[in-house]
């Protein structure tokens, strides 16, 4: 095995060592706020590698809320990794990650989502390919501005050791990922997300680029942790919950159409219910609805889903 080879692949234990921990950590801080204990689903994966499904569902505090972590690997990727890299073709494949969606049964405490993952491809007698990926998106149905400036507080946090120019290019990568171009509109508030991040991307070692993904995956639980303890004992009514639900639906939309990791996930061969564990259990679509002018539900719109700088 070249000696370049060998690194990575010591350096894979250290990734999914900080992935097990970063998972066990989530849900600590989740289990937190529900008496029942969080379901754990070891499960195996015949074409090779497995994962660890960690899910709290219909609680007091979440709907549902989840952590995963996947470790898997194949003979080759699948059309969602290489249709933009068609040196890709023909590599064996490792991934791993850790996703964590929670949607929370209070209207006022938003939906959230993080992913921090990294991807090996390597063919005999060449260099292996890596990358690492990653971001964490807010998705709420009845904001507050300081909550969403804390949140890109948190994200700027996370970007600024690595320099000036890191947070705002991640951020305006959430800014277009996530997007629903047939709704015309943002998913929610943004982040940060990232993708294909290797020592071409900004001239940082291996090392560096892991330390990055670190950065950005304990950021997440500082970032929306005192948004939760803040609103979730927040009063609501049964017409907050109905907007909640509608406003859910962009979510499945966004996931089942655009989103590259169920995407990755599903035609890899990975397992469904893990996969989609981010979708809320409660969902509705209402034909040609429109919010009432000058109500919270339309301050959404036209305050909240926007392209901006939040933090100045």
């Not at 599903?266 to 409660?282: A, D, N, V």
Request: proline share 6%; charged share 20%.
């Amino acid at each position: 095995m070249p000696e370049q080879a060998r690194c990575i692949v010591f350096e894979c234990q250290q990734i999914k060592d900080y992935l097990l921990t970063l998972q066990a950590t989530l849900c600590a801080h989740l289990q937190q706020y529900e008496t029942q204990p969080i379901l754990t689903d070891q499960w195996q994966r015949k074409e090779g590698g497995g994962g660890i499904t960690r899910l709290l569902r219909h609680g007091e505090v979440f709907d549902s809320a989840g952590v995963n972590f996947s470790h898997v690997m194949g003979e080759r990727l699948p059309p969602s990794a290489t249709q933009q890299r068609p040196e890709l073709a023909g590599r064996q494949f490792e991934a791993m990650g850790v996703s964590s969606v929670v949607h929370p049964v209070n209207p006022y405490v938003p939906t959230s989502h993080m992913n921090v993952r990294f991807f090996l491809a390597q063919k005999k007698d060449e260099a292996p390919i890596w990358w690492f990926g990653g971001g964490f998106d807010l998705t709420p149905y009845y904001p507050f501005l300081e909550d969403v400036e804390h949140w890109h507080q948190n994200a700027f946090n996370a970007c600024n050791p690595f320099g000036e120019a890191i947070y705002p290019h991640y951020k305006a990568w959430a800014d277009r990922y996530f997007y629903l171009p047939h709704r015309q509109e943002p998913r929610g508030v943004g982040g940060l997300f990232f993708d294909d991040l290797n020592s071409e991307t900004w001239g940082w070692d291996f090392e560096k680029c892991f330390a990055f993904m670190q950065s950005v995956g304990d950021h997440f639980w500082q970032a929306y942790g005192s948004i939760l303890e803040k609103r979730h004992h927040h009063g609501y009514t049964a017409r907050e919950i109905q907007f909640q639900r509608y406003r859910r639906g962009r979510y499945v939309e966004f996931n089942l159409v655009y989103d590259r990791g169920t995407l990755f996930g599903l035609q890899s061969g990975g397992r469904t219910e893990s996969i989609l564990m981010s979708l809320p259990p409660q969902v509705t679509w209402e034909y040609q609805w429109e919010p009432a002018p000058h109500s919270p539900e339309a301050a959404l719109y036209e305050e909240f889903l926007k392209i901006k700088d939040w933090i100045g």
